[in-house]
């Protein structure tokens, strides 16, 4: 039996014989009685197997339904494992050279150690899926901690762009240490009820459906227990929530306006300022080396690292929103209301957003660019600035709204 070709007409053939012989023994009926007398008979084993796998194949008869005791993976579970895994392999793996190994102990009564090989082979399976799962585990936080741009997002990221602002190192704090292990736990703990229950209650392996319809422990635990992960979340969600929307003292205060479809910054002149301008998407055909295509925008705002920036924001025409990703930073722009955020940059650098509001045909076009600079560096910048923006602008601008009347 060890000469012959182990295709899966073997491999059916020994499970069949393995599990189903006191069914073939007994003309179907009774229990696993022929056990026994097939290990002492390997031939007499083989052609039962032939003639069970010959009316399997053409289905006149329903498949071999299990008498081994419903309790048992090994019956209804393995073996399928054992085929499926061959049939998606080929027979290049390990297990094909244990196959006929296996399939030659039927002679010589070694029905144990055919139980070992089905073990060890489903074993190998859950290895296996046991090693993708953690390659995807470890290719995804390789991915999440690589792929982080600075101020903007790269081809391939996975994650949140780096944060720049205690906002930001909160948000990411909340989604990566707390949101993200909770959802994994609950879908794999999902996952794995499922694959149980699929595996353990299907018809084959539980023909007969088990009754029970309340267990109260159960369902005063499905119930707690979700409630319980709610607030766990909460109590961080509310308090970053606070933090974003109450505004602490500002070094800086500036107005951001929405357009269609572009910005408009304006530096209060009682904020050293006094002047503002538009600011527009680059063209393709004005981008220079180091331009982001679709973010680079012709007149970036600027402000100083390490200082608290009050933004105001409005809209002009159609609600708009201001987003900017590394800044921890997103609030509406809405026409006749005038909405505030606040950020503070720690790195200098160039940190880009987008409008976050479908507001018509170029909603995509009107990126938000803010370069944090030194404090010199900003210094000069105003200086040149209001010269620079001095003609489109003559009326001076203040600050829209008193300090802490918000
Ligand atoms: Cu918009």
Redesign the pocket.
Known sequence: MAAEPAHSLSRHAMYLKFEHDGEANSGGVGPNRGAASAVADGSRLRSKASGFIQARLSRAKPAPVCRNGMRRMTCCVETPFVVWNENRNGLTSSTASRLPAALASVGSGGNSMILRKLKSTRDNVVVRLAAIAAGLFISGAAALAEGAGEGHAVPGQMGLQRGTTPIAHEMHWFHDQLLLPIITVVCLFVLALLVWVALKYNEKAHPVPSRTTHNSLLEVAWTIVPVLILVVIAIPSFRLLTRQLVLPDADITMKVT?KQ?YWTYEYPQDQGGGFSFDSLLKPDADLKPGDIRLLAVDNEAVVPVGKTIRVQVTAADVI?SFVVQSFGSRIDAVPGRLNETWFKPEKEGVYYGQ?S?L?GKD?AF?PIAFRVVSEQEYAAWLADAKKKFASTDNSPVAVAAADGAH
Request: positive net charge; aromatic residues 12%.
């Open positions: 929405g479809w708009h409008c509001k507001c909603h009107m």
